[in-house]
C-alpha cells in the first residue's frame, strides 16, 4: 500500500521528513541552505512575498522527493518555525526542560 500525500496524517509525513533530515546529511544541508533563502519580515507584510513562496514552494518539492511523495508541504508559517530553530538556532526556551527557572 503506498501512502499518498492526501492519506497520510501529519504526524506520518513529519516522521518521514525527520528521518529524511537524521539519515541523510545531504538533505538536511539543503533543506536549511533552503530554510536561509526564505525572507519574509512578518511584522512588516501581510502576505507573503513572491520570492519567498517560490522558496518555499522549492523546499516543499524537494521535500515531497525525500519522502517519496508523502508530504503535503509546509506553511509559510510553519516554514518560519523551521527557520527559527534550524537556521537562527532559535528554541523557545520556555519549553526548555533544563531551564533554571523549572528547577523546583
Known sequence: MNITPHTADHHTQLRALYLSLLT???NFDEFKQLLALYQVEPCTCDAEPNEAAEVRCRLNE???DWTDGCFDGLSAAQVLQWRAIV???RLNVSL??????NVY
Open 24 to 26: 541523510r546529511q545531504e
Open 62 to 64: 524537494r521535500i515531497r
Open 87 to 89: 537556521v537562527e538556532e
Open 96 to 101: 526548555s526542560p533544563w531551564k533554571e527557572s
